[in-house]
């Protein structure tokens, strides 16, 4: 279940409402309600065929959107979200059956409130808009009382939602607990082994030595599994060069975006208005005094940059203020300038040269945009050549020797990266090389540059151990980082026991020394100090488990070793601070805590609340209705 509302806001309403507003254009179905018109119920509560599609449709569309990529019906029930959607629906439904069993309801003020108060109903003006209300249902084909029904149904299970568990609170000692564990800081010191810090430096091992590690850890040597495509595939910059072009037609291209080559001197300003020039001119000499800043007074006047924000403009557009405007030479304040709407302030934010770029200089890029816009051009007319060779059995090899396009082949990985100028570079490609199969014959696909390709998937290669002699280099550079990590790890251990015994009891403190073996001199330990460290502090390039483990430790004097997998450290805890809970700090961290325990466990109880009513409750589903709209949208 979702968290509980507060002040008595209805999310369901919301979610409603926010499925109206993006519509369902998107996914080419508007309404399911021909035929059956129900895909489940709940006792008397009814799922209708339009609020499982819409509940199915806006989840598509939220992951599309957190994606970047269309999500099909397909990749939705493969992550089971039809199946998500259902549960989330009966869920509701019986929570609507319960609160109308035991009478639970709100009546009609409560309904126009709510709806009065939503945001996709409201007018310039920030009010209720009648025109607007019938406007998005009708767009989304709901009557008003269908959907002042489900308003209403909502606010029904709110009422129900608060009963339950609006008086469920976090005992003062837990919330108490969970502060002190958020607050309390620490004082450790650490050091950084490296392999300096080996007595001896490591030797190469011999090579029946790399030839098991490379056996042990195959995983590591292995290829991903590859892809071999035939493909064939024409884009414009193949065929740019075989396009004619004349001065006539590269001219009218230039007059047609003259703007792009023509362009006069311009500034980009902002304008303030003044109610006389005497205001204006103390709010100029402030501004130049340093006391105050543009920004300032556009804030006083209650209005933001975008309000005042005239953008990128040319003389003729700035009126008599434009001789001013234009005489300065650096970004800044201009004015006080009388305009049409009075004494005025003008932030010059940015000077625009003129462009001026004859059709001569122009040409030769005109030139190639022109070829490439000509030859797509060129395969969309041949599109459907292309096509029926394909469907009359050609193979790729046959289309590239009667046609323009070029045949290739590609050794393809998933994990491989796009390779710029050749057609792994396109996503179009990519997305197919996933999914194609040595069953699926060729099809014609587009490319994002206007070309075309088709392609063949020959053979798939499984992952495969690469032989030792092929990848010996880095089966050597591999064990000799595993093996540096080994002995860097047994050195701390060494310097952990060496650091316990000078902090045991009964033992006078006294410099620390180390040495990497014994018949070097020893040199004294240096330590890195920490104090007042909190488990959310950040240690700029240092391990996130260094922190995490000086809080892992019980007593001052403990001495640890970290493994950051790549690194290796020597921890010592050197002090614990408890939190002061009557600081104005923890104050505030108290009251957080406790609004998010509370939450928490009034979520919690009223989860098990709903799925005792879910199990209490007669289910039905129609499953045959909602394989008919599941094939309906794409």
Do not use: C
């Not at 625009?352 to 770029?357: A, F, K, N």
């Not at 696909?445 to 690469?466: Q, S």
């Amino acid at each position: 279940m979702s968290q509980l509302r507060t002040k008595g806001k209805s999310t369901v309403v919301w979610i409603l409402l926010g499925l109206m507003v993006m519509g369902l254009g998107g996914f080419g179905v508007t309404s399911f309600s021909g035929g059956t018109t129900e895909v489940g119920s709940v006792g008397d509560t009814k799922i209708t065929a339009d609020e499982y599609a819409r509940a199915l449709q806006s989840q598509m569309q939220t992951l599309s959107q957190q994606t970047g990529q269309q999500i099909t019906m397909a990749q939705a029930q493969q992550m089971g979200l039809p199946a998500a959607v259902q549960g989330q629906l009966i869920g509701a439904a019986a929570l609507a059956e319960q609160a109308r069993s035991i009478g639970v309801s709100v009546g009609d003020e409560q309904v126009a409130q709510t709806i009065m108060n939503a945001g996709a109903f409201q007018g310039p003006n920030g009010s209720f808009d009648r025109a607007a209300y019938s406007d998005v249902l009708n767009r989304e084909r709901l009557t008003e009382a269908d959907f002042e029904a489900s308003v209403r149904d909502d606010e029904a299970r709110v009422l129900l939602q608060n009963a339950v568990a609006n008086g469920v609170t976090a005992p003062n000692p837990m919330v108490d607990q969970t502060a002190r564990w958020l607050l309390q800081t620490r004082d450790f010191a650490w050091r950084e082994l490296t392999v300096d810090d080996l007595a001896e430096p490591i030797a190469d091992p011999d090579e029946a030595t790399l030839k098991a590690w490379h056996e042990a850890n195959g995983d590591r040597f292995t290829a991903p599994e590859t892809r071999k495509i035939s493909y064939a595939w024409v884009t414009p910059d193949m065929l740019s060069s075989e396009v004619t072009l004349d001065d006539a037609a590269l001219r009218a291209v230039y007059d047609q975006n003259i703007d792009q080559f023509q362009r006069p001197e311009r500034r980009m300003v902002g304008r303030l208005v003044f109610p006389s020039v005497e205001e204006a001119e103390a709010a100029r000499a402030a501004i130049d005094a340093g006391t105050n800043t543009f920004e300032d007074f556009v804030v006083e006047r209650g209005l933001e940059l975008d309000d005042i924000d005239l953008g990128e403009v040319t003389r003729g557009a700035l009126g008599q203020a434009a001789d001013d405007v234009f005489a300065a030479q650096q970004p800044g304040v201009v004015g006080p300038v009388q305009t049409d709407l009075g004494p005025a302030l003008f932030s010059v934010n940015a000077i625009l040269d003129p462009v001026d770029i004859s059709f001569e200089d122009a040409r030769d890029d005109l030139r190639g945009e022109a070829a490439l816009s000509g030859a797509a051009r060129q395969i969309r007319s041949r599109t459907s050549d292309f096509e029926d060779l394909l469907a009359g059995g050609a193979t790729l090899e046959e289309l590239a020797d009667d046609t323009e396009m070029q045949l290739g082949q590609v050794d393809w990985t998933v994990e491989g990266d796009p390779e710029s100028g050749s057609i792994t570079g396109y996503e179009a490609f990519r997305e197919r090389a996933i999914d194609i199969s040595t069953s699926d014959f060729p099809q014609l696909f587009e490319l994002a540059d206007g070309g075309v390709f088709a392609m063949r998937l020959d053979e798939i290669v499984p992952p495969t151990l690469i032989t030792f002699e092929d990848v010996r280099d880095d089966v050597l550079a591999d064990w000799k980082e595993a093996e540096l990590q080994r002995r860097l790890l047994d050195r701390a251990s060494e310097a952990r026991l060496k650091a316990v015994a000078k902090t045991a009891p009964g033992v006078d403190a006294e410099p620390q020394v180390d040495a990497a073996a014994e018949d070097q001199p020893a040199t004294p330990v240096e330590w890195n100090i920490e104090t007042g460290m909190s488990r959310s502090d950040y240690m700029q390039d240092l391990p996130q488990q260094l922190l995490a483990q000086a809080f892992t430790m019980a007593e001052p004097g403990d001495v640890g070793v970290v493994d950051a997998g790549d690194r290796v450290f020597v921890l010592r805890l050197d002090q614990i601070e408890d939190a002061d809970l009557s600081s104005d700090e923890a104050v505030q961290i108290l009251d957080g805590v406790k609004s998010r325990l509370n939450q928490s466990l009034q979520g919690d109880i009223f989860e098990y609340y709903a799925r005792h009513v879910q199990r209490n409750s007669k289910v039905q589903i129609n499953q045959q209705a909602i394989n008919a709209i599941n094939a309906q949208v794409q």
